[in-house]
């Protein structure tokens, strides 16, 4: 297994990553302007990162959003190790590297809030079908497809390096589940993109098919998101 190497960095990341700013349009949106907001520290201190009009229109920014007024033993309460933050995992904490323990809290989806009530989720996803899967992995089969997270830390570190491991399917079989990180991570709140390359298809319904092999990066290309409501 292939160590993961977290180094801090010292210079600015390239314009890729900070390219935080993203327009478009959630599908089937009720006709109700809505706020897009992050919650890595509860409803009570979530953060607004856009908002979205009663067609369906949003813009959406990441960059420099103010998290100072959350009280310090509220972010430790919701924050832990990075090895933990990721969708996908394998091996165990020493595979990250002298970072491994860098605080960090995962954003699985945009929230909807309506006059400061929670109104819906925003899934990320290449594929509709993408959807069952993020909602119930242990019943649902996953596909080839792309779906993007949020991530937040208070450090400025990369991640390069792949890992392989077992996942046992049943008392004669173990898969190779290959999971490939190359991330440039910034102070603050940063896309992460999970692209399933393959995916593992079980005989006999054993188990739901699960992804075996997934490249997780920073968002490449937002014109690839579909951006689909669901709401409460």
Known sequence: MKA???????????????????????????????????MPFGLDHSIIAG???????????????DTQKVPQDVKSMFMSELFF??????GNGDDFGEYRDVPAARIDYVRLLQKGQWAGTVFMVSDENLIPWLEDEAYQPAVKGTFWEVLYLEDELTVSASCTSSKF??????VDVTYAYELALKPGFNWVEYQIEEVYQTEDDQMAAFPSKVKITNLSDPSKIKWIGKYY
Not at 6 to 27: D, H, K, N, P, S
Not at 53 to 61: A, L, N, P, R, T
């Open 51 to 65: 908002q979205v009009d009663k067609k369906g229109v949003f813009s959406i920014e990441l960059g420099g959003k």
């Open 4 to 38: 993961i190497v977290l180094t801090l960095l010292t210079t600015v990341i390239g314009t890729v990553a900070l390219a935080q700013g993203i327009r478009g349009e959630i599908t089937s949106h009720p006709k109700k302007a809505m706020d897009m907001v992050l």
């Open 85 to 90: 933050n990721y969708h996908f995992r394998c």
């Open 169 to 174: 399917v049943d008392a004669d079989t173990n």
